[in-house]
T-cell receptor
Framework: DVKVTQSSRYLVKRTGEKVFLECVQD?????MFWYRQDPGLGLRLIYF???????EKGDIPEGYSVSREKKERFSLILESASTNQTSMYLC???????????FGQGTRLTVV | GQSLEQPSEVTAVEGAIVQINCTYQ??????LSWYQQHDGGAPTFLSY????GLEETGRFSSFLSRSDSYGYLLLQELQMKDSASYFC?????????FGKGTRLHILP
């Protein structure tokens, strides 16, 4: 059974903290993605990676960075968390040439 | 650039048929996919159209017309468990862009 696992389901952090959201996939997929999901705005792409140590900006990269040191792991970093980063964060992965994306269960982050 | 437009909400009756439309503006893409997301859950893949025409998978069908920049998801014999949000997305150079989603409400 294929799996994308996000390290936390719920997270509460304080403004200004550095936050790490971890995502691991066990399908040997090349491509990994981070989205945030907010009511009425759908899924917005923050960053994606198509190979180890490679990263590309999505539509809303400001305030975020990413790290892909190993093929199976893609980390989203909030350098200095702010209240407007309170959201549901979803990680996904795909294999190059495949059409189906597999999602993690999401991390609901609250910044207070 | 690229953008996808979907209706924000659609309401239908149990047992009926409903169509959820997706229009897009992009300079090129591989195909159009559809995902379903229940409240509190992760999006799950429903269907993919790489070519123009209709793809059928059980009660769900999806259609693509590149000349009209348009696609749709058709759900037949609606069941209460189909109450969810539905997202269209474009696959382009391994980058996946989603529409804002359509919330489907089903009445008994």
């Amino acid at each position: 059974d294929v799996k994308v696992t996000q390290s936390s389901r719920y997270l509460v952090k304080r403004t200004g903290e550095k936050v790490f959201l971890e995502c691991v996939q066990d399908m040997d997929h090349e491509n990994m993605f981070w989205y945030r999901q907010d009511p009425g705005l759908g899924l917005r792409l923050i960053y994606f990676s198509y190979d180890v140590k490679m990263k590309e900006k999505g539509d809303i990269p400001e305030g975020y960075s990413v790290s892909r040191e190993k093929k199976e792991r893609f980390s989203l970093i909030l350098e200095s968390a702010s209240t407007n980063q309170t959201s549901m964060y979803l990680c996904a992965s795909t294999s190059t040439g495949d059409t189906e994306a597999f999602f993690g269960q999401g991390t609901r982050l609250t910044v207070v | 650039g690229q953008s996808l437009e979907q209706p924000s909400e659609v309401t239908a009756v149990e047992g009926a048929i409903v169509q959820i439309n997706c229009t897009y503006q992009t300079s090129g893409f591989y195909g159009l996919s559809w995902y379903q997301q229940h409240d509190g859950g992760a999006p799950t893949f429903l269907s993919y159209n790489g070519l123009d025409g209709l793809e059928e998978t059980g009660r769900f069908s999806s259609f693509l017309s590149r000349s009209d920049s348009y696609g749709y998801l058709l759900l037949q014999e609606l069941q209460m468990k189909d109450s969810a949000s539905y997202f269209c997305d474009l696959n382009r150079d391994d980058k996946i862009i989603f529409g804002k989603g359509t919330r489907l409400h089903i009445l008994p």
